[in-house]
């Protein structure tokens, strides 16, 4: 069971497959369980995006009408997204994004990619082709620590 929560951690923000992967190994866990915390860290980082959108919309529009105090707020996020991911992933696309991701390192996972995907406009099937690729690219240079140790 305890392997199985090592796993769920993949659907946290910033710990996402940078840190299940290390529990698991911590644990003596089943090397299937790495399978497990790829999908579940692609699969939420998928609905992160959708959610991210829908709220961010709906988000805009109030500020704008209601809170000019969180429309700055909100963009303060996109100025600070577009200096860490924004001009890599503007160069570079949906394989700038991908390699953005698959960095593992603290706020570069499933679900900073969502939001910079969502900040800098690529649509939801770019996004997804990002997420995937870029997950399992940490997923491979995590779980490569794990066979190490």
Request: with cysteine; glycine share 8%; hydrophobic share 50%.
């Amino acid at each position: 069971m305890k392997c199985l929560y090592c796993s769920l951690l993949s659907a946290l923000p910033a710990i996402e497959v940078r840190g299940s992967i290390p529990c698991l190994a911590a644990l003596k866990c089943n090397p299937s369980y790495i399978a497990l915390s790829y999908l579940i860290a692609t699969i939420v980082g998928i609905l992160v995006y959708i959610f991210i959108e829908e709220i961010l919309k709906v988000a805009e529009k109030f500020f704008e009408k209601f809170w000019k105090g969180g429309a700055r707020l909100l963009e303060k996020i996109v100025e600070r997204t577009e200096k860490g991911a924004g001009e890599k992933v503007r160069k570079y696309g949906t394989l700038g994004l991908a390699l953005f991701v698959a960095i593992p390192l603290p706020g570069t996972g499933v679900w900073s990619g969502a939001l910079a995907a969502y900040l800098l406009g690529l649509d939801l099937k770019d996004t997804i082709i990002a997420l995937s690729v870029g997950n399992a690219i940490a997923t491979a240079i995590m779980s490569a620590s794990y066979l190490i140790h």
